[in-house]
């Protein structure tokens, strides 16, 4: 006689919250796997209507920091009904200078400094905090998005 087999969990409905972490190295290869992974996970949840605006946005987050800190970052991604939430850490505490109003955008010619022009763009929210040192780890900073489940777009793009 064969064992049973256990049952497969149902899958997660949209209507409940969930969320994947995956930890980067410092390797220029980091933000290609994060966002390979993060396109996966909206495909598999049915969020694909979400995937360009997240893929883009989580790989300029996961570019900075493999770029510009000495450790590792990991990616954090969950869906909090109706928004996905994209959040990156890493270790260095320095948040990005946030300024009222437009932003600037840079030279034609520059091939960094869009960042946080695309968030602006394109996230319906985000946000920066620093983090302390804690007994449980280092401290550090999260830089977060959210994108809302609708016609695709954010606000200041339709607008």
Not at 3 to 10: D, L
């Amino acid at each position: 006689m064969f064992p049973v087999p256990p049952q497969r969990p149902a899958p997660v409905p949209l209507s409940r919250s969930w969320q994947y972490e995956l930890r980067i190295p410092r390797d220029p290869r980091g933000p290609r796997v994060a966002r390979r992974t993060l396109r996966a996970v909206l495909a598999l949840h049915e969020l694909g209507e979400l995937a360009e605006r997240a893929e883009l946005l989580a790989s300029e987050l996961a570019t900075n920091s493999v770029r510009y800190t000495k450790g590792p970052a990991s990616v954090r991604v969950e869906w909090l009904h109706p928004a996905l939430r994209v959040s990156v850490w890493d270790p260095d505490p320095g948040l990005p200078v946030v300024c009222g109003g437009p932003r600037p955008g840079p030279p034609a010619d520059a091939d960094h400094g869009r960042g946080l022009l695309l968030l602006d763009l394109l996230a319906d929210r985000w946000g920066a905090c620093p983090l302390g040192d804690s007994p449980w780890g280092p401290g550090g900073k999260t830089i977060w998005f959210e994108l809302l489940v609708g016609d695709g777009q954010p606000q200041a793009v339709a607008a």
